[in-house]
Nanobody, 117 residues
């Protein structure tokens, strides 16, 4: 059974930092490109960042480029998202999944990030 457990969210002031983690299980993690997404009420789930299976390739949405860094640990089956210089518009629930995941696929519960003074 495919599972994703996101953690590390919280309340942070503008300009602050958070590090999100996503522990994956139920599939061969090291063979898959992994993505981070985020969702806010009334909006579709938004792609944030991608990392290839060997971490040789990363790609970011323009909205987070230069502020967020994706990484992974294929021993721990975990993907990370380091978020710096956070802005109020980064407030969302953050999810990880394999690249190409559909809304009908298995998703975790997400982790809430709130950026507010």
């Amino acid at each position: 059974q495919v599972q994703f457990v996101e953690s590390g969210g919280g309340l942070v002031q503008p300009g602050g930092s958070l590090r999100l983690s996503c522990a994956a299980s139920g599939f061969t993690f090291s063979e898959y490109t992994m993505n981070w997404y985020r969702e806010t009420p009334g909006k579709a789930r938004e792609f944030i960042a991608l990392i290839s299976s060997t971490a040789s390739v990363t790609h970011y949405a323009d909205s987070v480029k230069g502020r967020f860094t994706i990484s992974r640990d294929n021993v721990k089956n975990t993907v990370y998202l380091q978020m710096n210089s956070l802005k109020p518009e980064d407030t969302a629930v953050y999810y990880c999944n394999v690249n190409g995941a559909r809304p009908s696929d298995d998703w975790g519960q997400g982790t809430q990030v709130t950026v507010s003074s």
